[in-house]
């Protein structure tokens, strides 16, 4: 054999070049046809066909031609998918935009109810999932797996991605608060799930340390150390932004490639730290919207936030059309289909006690027109679906498990992807009409936009008179002491509008306050339909 020739039966380096291109065009012909047929289906309002599971279905179809085909060979080698495109190119887009699509004045206002069920309910979800799966198996209902491979199970399908539910209460018009619980529990939450997994992998293959107390340890130094060097990198990059005056100066070229720079510095340097770089690109994107944004210029901001929102949408259509695509190619470990089907009955269980039992605590400290009623508990526990994210913590665990235990839980995980994507995320519009919670049958009782703004995240002084009326229980003076702690402990809102607002950006104090809290009635209203509007979320006007 000549030195350099490639072995025999190998492909030759113009075979290569030709199945990549042939591969290239057939990803790009399926996205094309998946936007085009999402078009479509908005257009004509078919909500039984999301736009998520419309991308699946194509990747089914494609795929399940090509098994059936001679041609099952060549068209893997075509559609050759790498774990490294996945993790460095497809999903820091796709986090990164759900942080920078957050609307601070909705977030702000339920961010103690969010943190709740991001942190909170993530946990106990990640936890009942976990012992479930374990406890079926030391009877013999699943396939068997040690406890800390089943928390890691657990853990990455705690991750919701509710992207087809929320497009759905655009289109229908839901109530700000409830869209934003949603949308804001599913950013957060996909920071937890990362943070628990990556504990429970290093608890696995260090089984010196597992104390309890080590556990603990290590998951708040990789949530809150990836948290902060996100939060960190934003807060530089807003200073920067700030000082340097790039506007002023009409660079808005450099400016918008230094905007879209940022974000992966701050996953590069926290991968560089052994840290999460999901999660700082999380809260790299939090800060970037709060802060750096409204210091770029106009033309800026304008190409930046659409540049953003077209590479999450890309990402996110491709990641649904290669799960259909990989599913049909049969790739997967389906003999243990009883793990499938208990593991979505389990992750269903997990997620009611996660949504009601945080909505009692939540309930606990609000006031009583600001509860969240039991259809909203409702709609919160039907929104939790899985995407992206559980999928990639899915074939993290490919090579982090032996044994073909990673190989089962990617198949169980892709197949929870796509039946809730596939059913729940079809039947939302019939759940959300028969809970009366979207359109003219959405409850009255739910406070409007105006009540929001002057709420502003904090419980005020009528809240410790609403209170007072619930008696002398014992259950109404927890709740009332719980008020008065609330009351008495300085919100994030008033952090922000106060020091962080000032500091970090080049707003004076009458924008800012245009930002955080109306002033003289008509003016502040424009802005945050404005605010909201400019999300995509629906800002009815109420009365």
């Known amino acids: 054999m000549a030195a350099g020739a490639p072995p025999q039966g190998a492909p030759t380096v113009e075979e290569q070049e030709e199945a990549a291109g042939v591969g290239i065009l057939l990803q790009i012909s399926m996205l094309v046809l998946a936007f085009v047929l999402s078009h479509l289906l908005r257009r004509r309002r078919v909500y039984y066909l999301p736009e998520a599971s419309a991308s699946l279905l194509i990747g089914l179809i494609v795929g399940g031609l090509a098994s059936v085909s001679n041609a099952q060979k060549s068209t893997r080698r075509w559609f050759n998918f790498r774990e490294e495109l ?22 702000f ?31 013999h209902l699943v396939y ?29 018009g839901t109530d700000v608060n409830l869209y934003a619980l949603v949308f804001g529990e599913s950013v957060l939450n996909d920071a937890m799930a990362i943070s628990l997994y990556r504990t429970m992998a290093s608890l696995r293959t260090n089984a010196s ?4 107390f080590v556990v603990i340890l290590r998951f708040l130094e990789n949530f809150f150390g990836s948290m902060s060097t996100g939060a960190g990198a934003g807060f ?31 996953y590069m340097l926290a991968e560089g730290f052994g840290l999460s770089g999901i999660v700082s690109i999380l809260f790299t994107g939090i800060v970037m919207k709060r802060y750096t944004f409204s210091n770029l210029s106009e033309d800026s901001q304008r190409f930046t936030a659409a540049l953003f929102h077209l590479l999450s949408s890309l990402a996110e259509t491709f990641v649904f059309i290669y799960m259909g695509f990989d599913i049909a190619m049969e790739r997967q470990s389906w003999s243990h289909i009883g793990f499938i089907f208990f593991s979505v009955i389990f992750i269903l269980v997990a997620r009611a006690a996660n949504v009601f039992s945080c909505a009692f605590l939540v309930n606990m400290v609000r006031p009583p027109q600001r509860q969240i009623s039991r259809q909203y508990q409702q709609a919160l526990w039907y929104s939790g679906l899985r995407g992206a994210m559980a999928f990639a913590l899915a074939l993290q665990s490919v090579h982090d498990l032996p044994d073909g235990h990673g190989q089962t839980i990617l198949s169980a995980t892709i197949s929870i992807v796509v039946l809730t994507v596939l059913l ?17 049958g959405n409850d009255g009782r739910r406070p409007s936009l105006e009540d929001q703004e002057n709420y502003e995240g904090n419980n005020n002084a ?19 002491k719980l008020q008065e702690i609330q009351k008495n402990t300085p919100s994030l809102a008033a952090l922000d509008r106060n020091y962080l607002t000032p500091f970090f950006t ?10 955080h809290g109306p002033t003289d009635g008509a003016p502040r209203r424009s802005n945050e339909l404005q605010d909201l509007e400019s999300h995509g979320l629906p800002a009815r006007e109420t009365g």
């Open 236 to 266: 530089i990059s807003a200073l920067l932004f700030k000082y340097s005056t790039l506007g002023v100066e009409n660079l808005y070229n450099l400016e918008s490639c230094l905007f879209v720079l940022f974000p992966y510095f701050s």
């Open 109 to 139: 206002s339920n961010f103690g109810a969010i943190i709740t069920f991001a942190i909170v309910g993530t946990l106990i979800a990640s936890i009942v999932t976990g012992v479930l799966v374990y406890l079926a198996g030391l009877i």
């Open 144 to 172: 068997r797996m040690p406890l800390v491979e089943c928390m890691m199970f657990g853990a990455l399908v705690s991750a919701t991605d509710p992207v087809t539910v929320l497009s759905i209460f655009q289109e229908l």
């Open 424 to 440: 729940i995320g079809g039947s939302t519009s019939t759940m959300l009409e028969a809970l009366h919670v979207v359109g003219d």
């Open 462 to 480: 009528g809240n410790i008179e609403l209170g007072n009326e619930e008696g002398t229980s014992t259950t109404s003076k927890f709740k009332l």
């Open 506 to 515: 080049s707003q004076n104090g009458d924008s800012d306050d245009d930002e």
């Open 86 to 107: 996945f993790f460095l190119f497809l999903l820091p887009p796709i986090i990164f935009q759900s942080g920078f699509s957050l609307a601070p004045k909705p977030f």
């Open 209 to 212: 340390s597992q104390n309890i």
